[in-house]
Nanobody
Framework: QVQLVESGGGLVQPGGSLRLSCAAS????????MGWYRQAPGKQRELVAS???????NYADSVKGRFTISRDNAKKTVYLQMDRLKSEDTAAYYC????????WGQGTQVTVSS
């Protein structure tokens, strides 16, 4: 059974930074394309960043230039560095294998507010 454990969320002022972590119990983690998703109240879950096994990254336009996704294959962990946070970044953040049917973890809440 896949386990995904997200952490690092919290309350931060606009313009601030947070670093999210996701520990994944996945076979062949190093070759999986991993993604960070977010879901704001009343909205659908959206993919904001992804990283391939070869460390090619992609970002949603809304976060490009502000968020950075990375991975540590030895620790089976994927990270999301979030800088210059905006109120519209407020959401629950989740990680998962991109385009998989894996169940979701509990997520980590990010609230950007003054």
């Amino acid at each position: 059974q896949v386990q995904l454990v997200e952490s690092g969320g919290g309350l931060v002022q606009p313009g601030g930074s947070l670093r999210l972590s996701c520990a994944a119990s996945l076979i062949n983690f190093s070759i999986r394309t991993m993604g960070w998703y977010r879901q704001a109240p009343g909205k659908q879950r959206e993919l904001v960043a992804s990283i391939t096994g070869g460390r090619t990254t992609n970002y949603a336009d809304s976060v490009k230039g502000r968020f950075t996704i990375s991975r540590d294959n030895a620790k089976k962990t994927v990270y999301l560095q979030m800088d210059r946070l905006k109120s519209e970044d407020t959401a629950a953040y989740y990680c998962n294998v991109v385009n998989s049917n894996n169940s979701w973890g509990q997520g980590t809440q990010v609230t950007v507010s003054s």
